[in-house]
């Protein structure tokens, strides 16, 4: 078993806010951050959740530098939610008492719109295949990976309830607080964790991994290919992975802001899209039920 420590280790679902709240809680001055977010460490080589950006394949502590007399240790790797035997590895080799986990999840039907978006953005989805198209190609036998899979894995009860039943240092929260009230929600994590939310006062919350759409695919194709070797060759190598770091940010800032406008997306009502409301709206309700919480999802309170 690793050194006692605290463990801070997020879950949830894609295009949720992780990245930023990777940012907010790892500039925490009690709170050190991974060496990158999603180290992706607890999966085993049978994971179909893991995606094509690395593995970190060394002892977990090292991939937490300057440790010093920080309280908890962060690593927020999303896809550990859609992964059942991640919450049996993390049992086994940090045991419960010293685990925190932190689950964000957002409304399933935003985030289906959003998943269609952002697989056009990084070429998972043709430019060519429609909402309509989308919605009818859904197939909960396909990869956890795969845009087609974006319906079934919005169901999050199916997923979560395993961190939920082992680990007695479970929260849930949601991306519209995050969002529309980050001060509140920042306060209520750091007395959750029992730590001072001072830093959060005067905090400046911005917004990262904005989902947007491309200009010129083959930059875009260009520059994920880049990231992904980048990060696959030297997430384990340390020294040049943060020497890397500041470089990778200032091209990935770069690209962003000359390749990619605004999303202009609102899917108009139809029968395909009440469908797929009608079968979120079961889903939320025994997540409510089960997890004995509320979500501020309002839309499926009175379908």
């Not at 295009?15 to 500039?27: C, V």
């Not at 964000?104 to 309509?132: A, T």
């Not at 859904?138 to 079934?152: G, V, Y």
Request: aromatic share 14%; hydrophobic share 35%; glycine share 4%.
């Amino acid at each position: 078993m690793a050194e006692k420590k605290k463990y801070l280790i997020g879950i949830g679902t894609n295009k949720a806010g992780t990245t930023s709240l990777f940012n907010y809680l790892g500039d925490h001055p009690q709170i050190t951050p991974s060496v990158t977010k999603q180290l992706n460490y607890f999966f085993d080589e049978t994971t179909g959740a893991i995606e094509s950006e690395g593995k970190w394949n060394r002892p977990y502590l090292e991939a937490f530098k300057n440790i010093g007399n920080a309280e908890y240790l962060l690593d927020i790797s999303p896809d550990y939610m859609y992964d059942q035997k991640v919450a049996e590895n993390i049992l086994k080799e940090l045991g419960k008492d010293q685990v925190y986990i932190l689950c964000i999840l957002r409304d399933p039907m935003d985030r289906f719109n959003s998943w269609f978006n952002y697989s056009k953005q990084n070429g998972h989805l043709s430019e060519h295949v429609s909402f309509d198209d989308f919605i009818q190609k859904q197939n909960k036998d396909e990869s956890i990976t795969s845009p087609f899979s974006a319906l079934e894995t919005g169901h999050y009860i199916n997923f979560i309830q395993a961190f939920a039943n082992v680990f007695p240092n479970f929260k849930i929260i949601f991306t519209e607080d995050l969002k529309n009230n980050p001060k509140e929600t920042m306060s209520s994590l750091t007395t959750w964790l029992k730590l001072s939310d001072e830093i959060y006062h005067d905090y400046s919350y911005n917004t990262y991994n904005k989902t947007v759409k491309v200009k010129n695919r083959f930059v875009e194709n260009l520059y994920l290919g880049i990231h992904g070797w980048v990060k696959r060759g030297l997430i384990n190598l340390p020294f040049f992975f943060n020497l890397f770091k500041p470089f990778g940010k200032f091209i990935s800032s770069t690209i962003r802001k000359s390749n990619s406008k605004n999303v202009d997306f609102n899917p108009s009502e139809n029968n395909q899209t009440n469908e797929v409301l009608k079968k979120y709206t079961n889903s939320v309700r025994t997540l409510e039920e089960q997890l004995k919480i509320s979500t501020p999802w309002s839309r499926y309170k009175n379908v």
